[in-house]
């Protein structure tokens, strides 16, 4: 699994996923599975029995609920995306807060191009009061993506002039758009926690724009790392449209 690592995989107009390192490290030659595996098995100070064996242990450790095993395995990632994504992120404890180095524009300016654009409008649900649904005709939504990236472009030179004039980056800042500013970030995570935000991010009713590196996450790097955890998660965490279905 070492061709994972520095894999980098696009999510939206301008953001991505990278994978930075994981443990147990490819070099090592055990695999992610096989270190939950024995990492179960270490009550007993007992070994592998077999492919067969360490398969049916790990589904019945995911289905039980026996955690503990899967937070052996960590995966770091570089992330690229835009704030009202990492405002969504930020909610997860165990995936942020504890394990996260993050770009500071107090540091670095931003670039002209450093921003979110959405291919779509989307409506707001009519029962949902956190969701959207459906779209805006072609015609609105074209309407509102001018208007968008005048803003930016207008917002973008205001914080030139002030970073120009000698205003400090760190307030220069304010004159940017807030939520669709892009930042990047390093995150790391176990694989217990991330099956528990891959629960809540995967969900249908969660907004696209997180729900697509959520989806990313599990397509492009879970899934090829941990491919017995992750059948174990199919079979028992998503529905059979790869809708996950929460707590």
Known sequence: ????????????????????????????????????????????????????????????????????????????????????????????????????????????????????????????????????????????SAEFLDKLTSFYDRGYRLYKEAVDAGVSREMARLLLPGFSVYYTRVVKVDAHNLMGWLRLRMAGDVQYEIRVFADAIYREFFSPLLPWTAAAFEQYFLTPEGIAIPD
């Not at 654009?117 to 009519?126: E, F, G, I, L």
């Open 1 to 140: 699994m070492s061709e994972l690592l520095g894999k980098r995989v696009d999510v939206l107009d301008k953001g991505w996923i990278e994978l930075v390192d994981v443990m147990p490290h490819p070099a090592t030659g055990t695999s992610g599975d096989l270190a939950i595996v024995n990492a179960a098995r270490v009550s007993f100070l007992g070994e592998s029995k077999g492919t067969d064996a360490d398969r049916k242990l790990l589904f019945y450790l995911l289905r039980n609920h026996h955690t503990s095993p899967f937070e052996m395995v960590e995966l770091k990632f570089r992330v690229r995306a835009p704030l009202l994504v990492w405002w969504q992120w930020v909610r997860h404890r165990t995936f942020h807060f504890q394990s996260v180095n993050a770009q500071s524009g107090r540091y670095t300016e931003f670039d002209e191009d450093d921003f979110y654009v959405p291919d779509v409008w989307r409506r707001q649900a009519k029962s949902n009061k956190q969701a959207s649904e459906g779209e805006l005709v072609p015609e609105a």
